[in-house]
């Protein structure tokens, strides 16, 4: 569940960002629809509260983000939102079960590899879990992301512009596989997107507009 009220957020010289009132029931669908640069990877990063509002509150799963202590933020952030970022940012130095264990070192948890390997196999990527990320292509190293976000089997799911790279077949496989993961977690899942593939793939999704030129979201 994702409840949001008069949030805003400035960065420095600029005029605040101003977002709508959003509330998704748990479970649901969000898309926040724009160009690129209008705000949507913001919402997101306030949502999973990697920044702090300037204004406004965002609640996520009935717990104020913004007031949360910055250490505290970070281990409820590490327990409760999987994020599935636009960089993928898989370290090449760990192996790909490796990079699965750093959410536990993370979250102040004992690494567990039984669920390393279940989040693996759940994405049909247990296979590759000895190998580098460099060693991985476009799609598998998605999966292997989007397993890191599942391990801790997060209430909600944030995925930044999943599809931005990725053919038709690609995007619709990526856009399938998010909503399972999501709905086998009762996970409310949210997609910042440009792509109208996405709009078209998940109709009954409520959606979130950003206007670029008025930097604000509609």
Avoid at 6 to 28: K, T
Wanted: hydrophobic content about 50%; aromatic content about 4%; overall charge neutral.
């Amino acid at each position: 569940m994702i409840d949001s009220r008069g949030l805003q957020f400035a960065y420095p010289h600029s005029e605040p960002l101003r977002f709508a009132d959003v509330s998704v029931a748990q479970g649901g669908t969000l898309l926040l629809r724009g160009p690129s640069g209008s705000g949507k990877s913001t919402w997101l990063a306030l949502a999973s509260g990697l920044l702090t509002p300037t204004a406004g509150e965002v609640e996520v799963g009935g717990q104020s983000v913004g007031g949360l202590s910055a250490a505290a933020r970070d281990a409820w952030r590490a327990r409760h939102i999987g994020f599935l970022p636009q960089k993928l940012h898989l370290s090449d130095a760990l192996s790909v079960a490796d990079n699965l264990g750093l959410v536990f070192f993370a979250s102040g948890l004992p690494v567990d590899r039984a669920a390393v390997h279940r989040a693996l196999q759940l994405l049909d990527i247990d296979s590759l879990s000895a190998r580098k990320p460099s060693q991985l292509s476009g799609g598998q190293a998605q999966r292997v992301a989007l397993a890191r976000a599942l391990l801790l089997r997060p209430g909600v799911i944030l995925a930044d512009e999943p599809t931005a790279s990725l053919d038709d077949a690609a995007c619709a496989a990526a856009l399938d596989l998010l909503r399972t993961c999501a709905a086998n977690l009762n996970a409310t899942l949210v997609i910042a997107t440009h792509d109208a593939r996405v709009v078209q793939a998940l109709p009954q999704a409520s959606v979130l507009g950003f206007d670029a030129r008025a930097a604000v979201a509609v």
